[in-house]
């Protein structure tokens, strides 16, 4: 076997459940730590004990954090399994994606993604999935830690230049552009990419960022709930972490519909229409020909139900009916009455 090479379980179920289907939890979330008014090199690293200890791996179990410092015990996630796999899960209701809100950050674009994001969270900024294998997938977006290059690796890259940032990984920095944990050595990169076998196939991975985040997607471990806890904890205290989660995350999508829009011909065309193929390949449920079939009927209405049907799996009808609810709403509004996907409000630089 190549040292890159890594064997993993054949079960290579990855987001099987959409976020949405999970239960949203009401729990509080912890107050903000006073703002610090030294340099960031005052910063103090939060420290957590995890509870319960020991090794309570049954499905629903609770966990939580309590913070060393102020005594404050706050929800993680509890235990998610599916098939073989089984780790940390949080959508918590305390913070929600407001899309007319982001209107004034990222424009017209607000309104395209949020179908999706509906699908991937319904809009809750804090959405956690470690049971996958993914190993960790953060946000409203639903940002895998896996794929090198794209997702949640690119999203990391600038959090940890935000001054919070110290806060929470203090380790990590980033060096000519790459992703890398302080050591006693030096820095260490988090982004070599690794073969790793996945079912019948094979994928490259981030397998030292995966396993800085969560060390297995096969059993719940300490260091995904102190990742779990943290982000949350992140995203509550600093109006900059959420900020950059969706500039980053419309930046992600953009660049993959824009790669997109020549093969389907979506440039003037209407923007539901790129919502839905946005949607289909960010999910990854459909085909190019089933596509290309579908955007080629002749009127509006029967290419977006065409579309709201292709699911090659046979198994993500919940999505598809979420899908298809916003991007209805979007039509009832007028959201994109005057403006033509590639062009004006939704143009692609």
Known sequence: MEDDELVVSGDDVL???????IEGDDQPLPEPAAADAGSPADVVPVKYKVVPE???????TEYSVI??????????????????????????????????AEEDEIGAWAHFMWPSVIAESNGRYISINAWDRAHF??????????TPGDNLI???????????????????????GKLARQSDAGPVTLEKEY????????????????????????????????????????????????ATTVRVSVEIMK??????????????????????????????????????????????AEQLDALSRIDTTGKHSTRLGSVKRSVRIL???????????????????
């Open 15 to 21: 987001r099987g459940i959409d976020a949405s289907e």
């Open 54 to 60: 020991g090794e309570p791996q049954e499905s629903g």
């Open 67 to 100: 913070d060393l410092e102020t005594g404050v015990k706050s929800f993680a996630g509890k235990v998610l399994k599916y098939g073989s796999r089984r780790g940390l899960s949080r959508a918590s209701n305390q913070l929600i994606y407001d899309r007319f």
């Open 137 to 146: 997938t953060w946000g409203f977006y639903q940002l895998a830690a896996h």
């Open 154 to 176: 690119l999203l990391m890259r600038e959090l940890v230049n935000l001054p919070s940032a110290r806060r929470f990984f203090p380790d990590l920095t980033v060096i000519n």
């Open 195 to 242: 073969e790793v076998q996945v079912g019948d196939d094979k994928e490259m991975q981030l397998v030292d960022f995966m396993t800085y985040l969560n060390p297995s997607s096969f059993r719940l471990d300490e260091r995904e709930v102190l990742t779990a806890a943290k982000f949350a904890a992140w995203a509550n205290e600093d109006s900059s972490m959420r």
């Open 255 to 300: 660049r993959k519909i824009r790669a997109r829009a020549g093969t389907f011909g979506l440039i003037g065309r209407r923007p539901e229409l790129a919502i839905w193929i946005s949607d289909m390949f960010h999910q990854g449920r459909g085909s190019t020909s089933q596509a290309k079939a579908a955007l080629a009927l002749p009127t509006f």
């Open 331 to 349: 039509l009832d509004e007028n959201q994109f009455s005057n403006v033509r996907f590639g062009e004006g409000d939704l143009s692609l630089p």
